[in-house]
């Protein structure tokens, strides 16, 4: 193999460089997180409490 062979890359070598060659930029940390608001608490949902009717029952 002469010193011309090995510094002519083949075209598989051309499109593997242009794909692979260099690493994709990084993403902040910042970037990565998704916030969203916190919801109001519902009073009606939370109307039942079982500590309450332990409390009014067994005692």
Aim: proline letters at 10%; hydrophobic letters at 35%.
């Amino acid at each position: 193999m002469s010193q011309k062979e090995k510094q002519s890359p083949d075209a598989a070598a051309v499109a593997r460089h242009a794909r692979f060659g260099t690493l994709p930029e990084r993403i902040r940390l910042e970037d990565t997180v998704a916030e969203s608001p916190a919801t109001v608490p519902d009073p009606a949902r939370d109307h039942y409490n079982p500590d309450e009717w332990l409390v009014r029952t067994c005692l």
